[in-house]
C-alpha cells in the first residue's frame, strides 16, 4: 500500500483518496480497505486528524468519522453503503452486492447489523467506552478524549446494557447463518461467492478477538479493549464463524493489515 498522507495534502489530489484511522484497524475502515483490496482499484491512504485538523475534516464532510472516499471532486462518501457503491462501480469485478433479490435483501441486511447505527460495532464500542469509562475511572483527566468520543455516540451506562444483549444478538444470528452456509455447501456467508458481508465480517471480528499482532498490529491497551472479555459474547460467535473471519483474510485480504505504527 502507497504512504499515508494527511488530508490537508489529499485535498488537491485528483483519483481516489481514503481516509482511515490509519494507526488501528477500525473496523468500518478496514472493511472498505478491504472492498478496495479485493477489486484491486488503487487510492492514496489518508490519515485521519484524531484531534488535530478535525475542522477541515468537517468543513468538507459534514462530520468527523473515518472512513472517508474522496472520488475525484465528487461529493465525499462518509458511510458504508456509499463507499460499497463506489466501489462497485470503479471496479465492477469481482461484484461485492448479489445480483440476486433475496440474497442482496439479506446481506445489506447483515451489513447493517454489523456496520450500522447500534449494530455490532456500534455496541461493541459502547461496551469498550463503559469498560474504560464506567464507575470512578470515569474522571480521569487522560480519558477526556474517550470522553468526548463516548458523549458524541450517545454513550451511556444504560444504553451500554442494551449494547452486550444486542451484540449477543447479532453474533448467535450470524453463527446460525454460517452453520446454514456451511450446510449448503457454501464457503461464503451469502450465496455461492464472496460478498461484502464476508469482508464486513472479518473486518468487525476484530471488535470480538482480533487477529495476532503480526497480522494486525494494535497498541497493546487497544488490543486489551478490542478483545472480549464477556462471556457471553463469546460463547455466540461460534468457533464456525471466527473461522470464516480467518478464511476470508488468509484467502482474499492483506495481511498483514497495511497500518502506521502508532
Ligand atoms: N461513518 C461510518 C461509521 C464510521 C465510524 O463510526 N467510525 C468511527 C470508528 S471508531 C470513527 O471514526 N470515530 C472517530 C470519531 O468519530 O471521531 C458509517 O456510518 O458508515
Known sequence: ?????????????????????????????????????????????????????????????????????????????????????????????????????????????????????????????ELIFDRALGGSRGDDPRLAPMRSMARKYNYNSESARAASQRVVQILRGLSTLAAEQKRRASAFLIGDRLSALDIMWAAFAALIRPLPEDLCPIAPAMRASFNSEDPD?????????????????????????AMERG
Open 1 to 125: 500500500m502507497a504512504e499515508f498522507v494527511d488530508l490537508k495534502e489529499a485535498i488537491g489530489m485528483p483519483g481516489l483518496r481514503l481516509l482511515v484511522i490509519s494507526v488501528t484497524p477500525s473496523p468500518w475502515g478496514e472493511a472498505v480497505k478491504g472492498f478496495f483490496y479485493v477489486k484491486k482499484i488503487a487510492y492514496v491512504p489518508v490519515r485521519h486528524p484524531m484531534g488535530k485538523d478535525q475542522a477541515l475534516l468537517r468543513q468538507l464532510t459534514a462530520q468527523e468519522s473515518a472512513p472517508v472516499a474522496f472520488y475525484n471532486d465528487e461529493r465525499p462518501r462518509s458511510t458504508w453503503p456509499e463507499q460499497l457503491y463506489l466501489a462497485e462501480r470503479l471496479n465492477p469485478e469481482p461484484p461485492l452486492i448479489p445480483a440476486d433479490l433475496q440474497d442482496r435483501v439479506r446481506m445489506f441486511g447483515w451489513c447493517n447489523e454489523l456496520a450500522g447505527e447500534n449494530g455490532l460495532g456500534w455496541s461493541r464500542r
Open 233 to 257: 459474547i463469546n460463547a455466540a460467535a461460534s468457533p464456525l464463524l471466527m473461522e470464516h473471519r480467518d478464511f476470508i483474510y488468509r484467502e482474499y485480504l492483506e495481511l498483514p493489515m
